[in-house]
C-alpha cells in the first residue's frame, strides 16, 4: 500500500478553499495544482504525467466535461483515471461525467475517509492496468519470438519434407526404370527358358535349367511386384474401389495353393465370417491375400496348419492368417514389411518385396496390418473399416 504515496495526483479546483482542504486529506501523496481548465491541461501535457487528476466540473471558461474529453483525446493522458469533484448530485450529471471519459465522481463538501478510498481505489486499479500492459508487452514479445522459432522450424521441416519427397519421386522413378528395363529383356529369356525346358531331356542339363526358370520367375514376379507399389504409391488412391466379397477371393486362393500345401503335408483350415465385404482394388486386395498365403505355407513346419479366419469387430473387418514356423523377433516385425526387409538372417533367404507390397495396398484402402509372433504361431491381421 506504501507505494500508492509514490503517486502524483494533479488537483484542478478554481476554489482556493477546496483545494486547500484537498491537499490536507491528500498530505502523503505527490501533488500538482492547477485553477482552472487551461492551467490544467497545461499541467497535465507539458510536466510529468500526474497518475490521477482530481477534476472539478464547475469552472469558468471550460467547466470538466470539457477537460475531461480534452485529456482523453491526447495521447499522453488518455488512461489517467480523473475523479470528478462536484456538487452536483442529478444522475445525468453524473452519468455526462462518465461518458466523457471519468472513473468516478465525489461530492461536495468532501468526506476525507471516502474521497481517501476513492483515490487509493484507482490508483490501485490503474497499478494493475500497468502490470497488466507490460505483461501483455512480455507475453507478446514471447510470442513473436516462439512464432518467429516455429516459422524457422516449419522451415526447415518443409525444406526436409520437399527433400524427402524429391527422393520419394526419385525412388518411385528408379523403381519404375528398373522393372521396365528388366521387363523387356526379361521377356525373351523367359520364353527361351520354356523352350529350353521343353526340348531338354538330360537330367543333369534340365537341373539347370530349372534354376534358370526359378529364377527367371522370381525375376519376373520381382519386376511386376516393383511396378505395383510404384503404382499405388504414385496414383493409388485415385484408382476407384468397388464392393468386394473377400470370400470368394479367399477361397479360390486357398484352391490355387493346395498343390504347394500339400508338397509341405501343410493343411488350409478356413473359418470365415458371412459379411466380408470391403470397398477395394480387386487387383490389390487379391494380391495382397494370396501373398500372405503364399508366406504362410512357404514359412510353415511340415505337418502343420495354415488358418485363414475372418470376423466383424468394433465396425472393422478382421482378416488373419496364421502359421507354425520360426519365430519373427519383436524387434524385427518393422523391418519386414519395408522394401528388402528380413525379420533375420533364417526368416526369408530370398528377400523381396511381398510384405512392402501387402503395406502399400493397405495404405491405399486406409486399413492396418498387425503382426504377432509366438512359439505356437504367427499371425498377420489385415484390419478393414467396414462402417
Request: with cysteine.
Amino acid at each position: 500500500m506504501d507505494n500508492l504515496y509514490n503517486n502524483t495526483i494533479l488537483i484542478v479546483d478554481d476554489t482556493p478553499e477546496n483545494i486547500d482542504i484537498l491537499v490536507e486529506i491528500l498530505n502523503d501523496f505527490e501533488k500538482q495544482i492547477a485553477i482552472n481548465g487551461a492551467d490544467a491541461l497545461e499541467t497535465a501535457w507539458e510536466g510529468d504525467t500526474p497518475d490521477l487528476i482530481l477534476l472539478d466540473i464547475m469552472m469558468p471558461e471550460m467547466n470538466g466535461y470539457d477537460v475531461c474529453e480534452k485529456l482523453r483525446a491526447d495521447e499522453r493522458t488518455k488512461n489517467v483515471p480523473v475523479i470528478f469533484l462536484t456538487a452536483k448530485t442529478q444522475k445525468d450529471d453524473i452519468v455526462k461525467g462518465f461518458e466523457v471519459g471519468g472513473q468516478d465522481y465525489i461530492t461536495k463538501p468532501f468526506d476525507a475517509r471516502e474521497l481517501m478510498e476513492r483515490v487509493k481505489t484507482q490508483l490501485e486499479l490503474k497499478t494493475q492496468r500497468e502490470i497488466l500492459k507490460n505483461m501483455n508487452v512480455i507475453l507478446e514479445d514471447k510470442v513473436q519470438k516462439r512464432t518467429a522459432q516455429l516459422n524457422d522450424s516449419n522451415l526447415k521441416l518443409e525444406s526436409a519434407n520437399n527433400k524427402l519427397l524429391v527422393l520419394d519421386d526419385a525412388k518411385n522413378k528408379f523403381l519404375n526404370l528398373i522393372s521396365h528395363e528388366i521387363r523387356t529383356p526379361l521377356n525373351g529369356i523367359v520364353g527361351s527358358a520354356y523352350f529350353l525346358n521343353d526340348m531338354i531331356e538330360d537330367p543333369e542339363l534340365k537341373e539347370f535349367v530349372d534354376m534358370l526358370m526359378e529364377s527367371v520367375n522370381r525375376l519376373d514376379k520381382f519386376s511386376q511386384t516393383a511396378l505395383s507399389i510404384t503404382q499405388m504409391q504414385t496414383i493409388g488412391k485415385e484408382i476407384e474401389k468397388t464392393e468386394l466379397n473377400l470370400n470368394p477371393i479367399i477361397k479360390q486362393i486357398v484352391e490355387e495353393k493346395q498343390g504347394d500345401a500339400e508338397k509341405k503335408q501343410v493343411e488350409i483350415q478356413s473359418s470365415l465370417s458371412v459379411e466380408s465385404s470391403i470397398n477395394g482394388v480387386e487387383e490389390y486386395i487379391t494380391k495382397t491375400i494370396d501373398e500372405l498365403v503364399v508366406n504362410a505355407i512357404k514359412f510353415s513346419n511340415e505337418n502343420s496348419i495354415v488358418e485363414i479366419g475372418s470376423r466383424i469387430e468394433d465396425g472393422k473387418l478382421r482378416l488373419s492368417i496364421s502359421d507354425t514356423g520360426e519365430v519373427i523377433p519383436i524387434e524385427k516385425i518393422e523391418e519386414i514389411v519395408k522394401p528388402f526387409g528380413l525379420a533375420n538372417d533364417h526368416y526369408d533367404k530370398h528377400i523381396g518385396l511381398g510384405l512392402s507390397y501387402v503395406q502399400s495396398a493397405l495404405d491405399i484402402h486406409n486399413a492396418t496390418m498387425e503382426i504377432a509372433s509366438s512359439m505356437e504361431k504367427t499371425t498377420i491381421t489385415l484390419v478393414f473399416n467396414i462402417d
